[in-house]
């Protein structure tokens, strides 16, 4: 069951700082670029359907000849993501909506893409499931994230600080994502490491 409050309360922080999202990010985009293009280049499709899209970060690397459905939990960020759309000249479905809790029917996409959503998703494990619901058989989830490393100094570094960047950004820190994907039903496939330490990594995975 989806908790009203802590959905809530995540969709007023992404509120408040959706003006703001771009510039605050703008340093690290300069490295996430390349990591987006490569996991959109692994969808089948031709079902796309993109959790989490922000202000449209992922627009530029739609592949042709895909009809994508894009959904994100935020008003301020979908008006965003809505102006980007238009500017890119980009055919998409764009509706505001919650993983926790799709409104799309079983076995409805080929691919579910999601970057850098669920350290930030209220129950992730849901929202997993929820995927797993809407894919159909064979489908496949594709993730870039950033967990809780496992070096045991820097984990308990992030678990300290992690309330402190929840409140400003909006985002954990010390999610376990590998764990979830694995804990939801889904069949993992792979599991990359990209940088240094660990914390950021791109998944694979499919509904059997």
């Given at each position: 069951m989806v908790n009203a409050a802590a959905t809530e309360q995540t969709r007023a922080r992404?509120?408040?700082?959706?003006?703001?999202?771009?510039?605050?990010?703008?340093?690290?985009?300069?490295?996430?670029?390349?990591?987006?293009?490569?996991?959109?280049?692994?969808?089948?499709?031709?079902?796309?359907?993109e959790v989490g899209v922000g202000t449209g970060k992922n627009m530029p690397f739609y592949p042709p000849g895909t009809e994508v459905t894009a959904i994100d939990l935020t008003p301020g960020m979908f008006k965003r993501a809505q102006r980007r759309a238009q500017a890119l000249g980009v055919k998409v479905d764009l509706q505001?909506?919650?993983?926790?809790?799709?409104?799309?029917?079983?076995?409805?996409?080929?691919?579910?893409?999601a970057t850098f959503v669920f350290c930030s998703v209220p129950d992730p494990i849901l929202g997993l499931q929820e995927i797993r619901r809407v894919l159909k058989p064979g489908g496949q989830l594709l993730l870039l994230e950033h967990v809780r490393s496992a070096n045991p100094v820097l984990g308990t570094l992030m678990d300290l600080v992690n309330p402190l960047v929840v409140r400003?950004?909006?985002?954990?820190?010390?999610?376990?994502?590998?764990?979830?994907?694995?804990?939801?039903?889904?069949?993992?496939?792979?599991?990359?490491?990209?940088?240094?330490?660990?914390?950021?990594?791109?998944?694979?995975?499919?509904?059997?």
């Open positions: 992404y509120q408040r700082i959706a003006p703001l999202y771009d510039w605050m990010e703008a340093l690290a985009e300069r490295r996430y670029q390349g990591w987006r293009e490569r996991l959109w280049s692994l969808t089948r499709g031709p079902h796309i359907l505001l909506g919650d993983v926790q809790a799709l409104n799309y029917p079983d076995d409805s996409f080929d691919d579910v893409v400003v950004m909006g985002a954990n820190i010390n999610r376990r994502t590998v764990e979830n994907v694995r804990a939801s039903g889904l069949h993992l496939d792979r599991v990359e490491d990209l940088g240094r330490g660990g914390i950021f990594k791109l998944m694979v995975a499919h509904k059997e």
